[in-house]
């Protein structure tokens, strides 16, 4: 099992930055691919950003490119997303997921293990 613990997010306005942290414990070895998701109310989760434990790809929705930038920890076995110029729209709870498969995916179904959620909530 794998298990993954989300921190870091919170309440911040319009503009503003967040960078949120996901610590990954347990039999990490068996994941490749490490993403971030947020669902907002009333929608369906959405794919935001991933990156493998190795190499150097990364991989964003249009939605936030450059804006936010994942990047990871591999002697800390932790992801993070800084996510800079923050808009109301960006108001989610953000998940951590890991996928034991080696090629990316934005299709939250193709996950296997996924954290609690951080609510990040961005005000106008």
């Known amino acids: 099992q794998v298990q993954l613990v989300e921190s870091g997010g919170g309440l911040v306005q319009a503009g503003g930055s967040l960078r949120l942290s996901c610590a990954a414990s347990g039999r990490t070895f068996r994941t490749y691919v490490m993403g971030w998701f947020r669902q907002a109310p009333g929608k369906e989760r959405e794919f935001v950003a991933a990156?493998?434990?190795?190499?150097?790809?990364?991989y964003y929705a249009d939605s936030v490119k450059g804006r936010f930038t994942i990047a990871r920890d591999n002697g800390k076995n932790t992801v993070f997303l800084q996510m800079n110029s923050l808009k109301p729209e960006d108001t989610a709870v953000y998940y951590c997921?890991?996928?034991?498969?080696?090629?990316?995916?934005?299709?939250?179904?193709?996950?296997?293990?996924w954290g609690q959620g951080t609510q990040v909530t961005v005000s106008s």
């Open positions: 997921a890991a996928r034991t498969r080696y090629y990316y995916s934005q299709d939250s179904g193709s996950y296997d293990y």
């Open positions: 990156i493998r434990w190795s190499g150097d790809d990364t």
